[in-house]
């Protein structure tokens, strides 16, 4: 039978539940916002806490008999051409741990690119995974990391026999993109599956002028993040499956291992109201958001001291193979500024928020939800930034290392250095030492240092000179960076 994609099975359970007027004595417990603090519901709508019910004994029954978000679930995984969907309230961060607790156990391996995001790197020091590190593909030039290429992979699978399969990044987000068919070629003429962290790639089935998306290109799983460049509300994320390599109900056990059993409806209302949109108007919502993409593109390249990177910088031999265009990377550092320093005067003077920020560049999403007011603002900002950048007082450069000094050893797995007995020392008296925490500039929120890599001077200074140049470090356990925290003893 033919999916119905005028139909939203999430959405039409809870208008059911409203029109039946319910009265719950079960959670949550605000009673449909009755019970909630008078200025957070002012704050917040009161349609908030209406769409605010339990999955089971709630929107569904308590034995979830109406099956409505495996409904739900089935026309998400009908309109990605997936053989099965899974949604998920805990965000990709939650999605991407259990793609690779199917794949692999404790004390075995996975190819992995060295560009991953954070989550990756939290489920191997969970799942005790351990890591074979595949690196990305280093633009020296614009000290820049694409995804590793599907030969780079194809030489760590000859050379670590009994790995259990490789896990990459695509897009990443700087919007650059893996050769995916090529690598799912490789994995499945070793009968291995090929899982693809394509948090920033939710939107990429719905369009022919994007990427290639991991579906279509062979991938076993692909995790995404609908709340990324989609309409989901964030932590909206779903995981899709196909092919035997990985069977579904192992994936949904590691799922439950790890997911919440008190789910948000309100994420599964808009995970499946965005799939019902780009379903029914995906094609020409998305040719929309390209035109004002080409539009900002164009419009900053004219600029004096920026740089729009577009497919001749980011694609090539030995660079990325695709460019998602709607993630418009934009180099500010011929303004004579660091992007932390751009996206802060942007932020405070100009009321525009932008995404990732590095060392010289800012980078500005492009959705089907912008249109001609929002990126003429956009524009006219940056237009502003350029005319005032002369006057404003000089920051501290930061000391980016070339690729090779960039990569760190992996001396013990990420979980025995996280777990293992651990002493703080002077971030100056580091060097040589094996780390055991993380330290991730976010945005993008890949780490440069992870649990059981050697540190060496060269990453120090450039963790250190980027801190005093404004580089966001949320996750070592000292903000300042006056100290990191090491394996105790000597090695």
């Not at 760590?156 to 026999?161: L, N, V």
């Not at 579906?215 to 709340?227: F, L, P, R």
Request: hydrophobic residues 40%; contains cysteine.
């Amino acid at each position: 039978m033919k999916a119905d994609h005028n139909r939203a099975p999430v959405l039409e359970a809870l208008a059911e539940y409203h029109r039946q007027g319910r009265t719950s004595f079960s959670p949550p417990g605000h009673k449909q916002a009755r019970g909630a603090d008078r200025a957070v519901r002012e704050i917040l709508g009161e349609a908030v806490f209406l769409g605010d019910v339990l999955a089971s004994g709630g929107l569904d029954d308590r034995l979830t008999r109406g099956q409505v978000l495996q409904r739900a679930e089935e026309l998400m995984a009908d309109v990605v051409h997936a053989d099965h969907t899974f949604f998920t309230t805990c965000g990709s961060s939650l999605s991407v741990k259990a793609a690779m607790l199917a794949v692999a156990g404790p004390q075995e391996r996975l190819l992995i690119g060295r560009d991953a995001h954070k989550s990756v790197v939290s489920g191997l020091i969970l799942a005790g995974i351990e890591p074979v590190w595949v690196e990305p593909q280093w633009d020296a030039e614009r000290h820049l990391a694409h995804p590793p290429s599907p030969a780079d992979f194809d030489r760590a699978f000859t050379e670590h026999p009994g790995v259990k399969g490789a896990l990459v990044t695509s897009p990443t987000p700087y919007g650059t993109c893996a050769d995916l068919r090529a690598l799912a070629e490789i994995c499945h003429g070793r009968s291995l599956p090929l899982i693809v962290d394509e948090a920033w790639g939710a939107h990429l089935p719905f369009h022919p002028d994007l990427p290639s998306w991991a579906m279509d290109a062979g991938a076993d799983i692909c995790v995404t993040s609908v709340h990324k460049m989609g309409s989901g509300l964030e932590q909206g994320s779903v995981f899709h499956l196909q092919g035997d390599l990985v069977p579904p109900h192992l994936l949904k056990m590691r799922s439950d291992l790890l997911g919440s059993t008190s789910p948000s409806v309100l994420i599964y209302a808009g995970l499946d109201g965005w799939r019902r949109q780009m379903a029914l108007h995906g094609k020409e919502l998305m040719g929309a958001a390209l035109a004002l993409a080409a539009r900002v593109r164009a419009s900053v390249e004219r600029l004096d001291g920026m740089h729009v990177n577009d497919r001749d910088d980011f694609c090539g031999a030995g660079l990325a193979h695709d460019l998602d265009p709607l993630i418009v990377t934009i180099e500010v550092d011929g303004l004579g500024m660091t992007g932390y320093r751009a996206a802060d005067w942007l932020r405070q003077y100009r009321s525009i928020d932008v995404h990732l920020t590095d060392h010289r560049r800012i980078g500005a999403q492009i959705t089907h939800g912008d249109d001609e007011e929002t990126v003429g603002e956009l524009i006219a900002a940056l237009e502003d930034l350029a005319a005032a950048a002369s006057g404003l007082r000089p920051v501290p450069g930061v000391k980016v290392p070339p690729p090779a000094e960039l990569h760190l050893e992996q001396v013990r797995t990420p979980r025995e250095a996280f777990f293992g007995p651990t002493e703080d020392v002077p971030t100056d008296r580091a060097a040589g030492r094996i780390a055991a925490e993380m330290i991730t500039p976010y945005p993008p929120g890949i780490p440069v240092v992870l649990p059981g890599e050697r540190l060496t001077e060269p990453v120090l200074r450039y963790l250190l000179t980027g801190r005093d140049a404004g580089m966001n470090l949320p996750d070592p356990s000292d903000p300042h960076l006056e100290t990191i925290r090491v394996t105790a003893g000597t090695e």
